[in-house]
């Protein structure tokens, strides 16, 4: 998620250090601000799992994490 609609969605909330990286489909890396938990629920699936919030303005993206049960933090 881009810092700036987590920003907009979340003007109080306060973000993880990570050591994670990120690159673009080009390569490019992108610049990580830090990562929260959020609670996601899908029908009757529910799930704690790891947001990660980059720099820029782009779309959110669904990592690979988020739809295998690695991602689960429950």
């Known amino acids: 998620m881009s810092h700036k609609t987590f920003k907009k969605m979340w003007p109080n909330a306060s973000l993880e ?28 699936q529910v799930a704690t799992l790891r947001l990660f919030v980059v720099d820029g303005n782009g779309p959110c993206l669904f990592g690979r994490d988020w739809l295998t049960n690695q991602a689960r933090l429950e």
């Open 17 to 44: 250090e990570t050591n994670v990286c990120l690159n673009t489909y080009t390569g490019e890396e992108l610049k990580v601000f830090g990562m929260t938990k959020v609670k996601v629920q899908y029908n009757e």
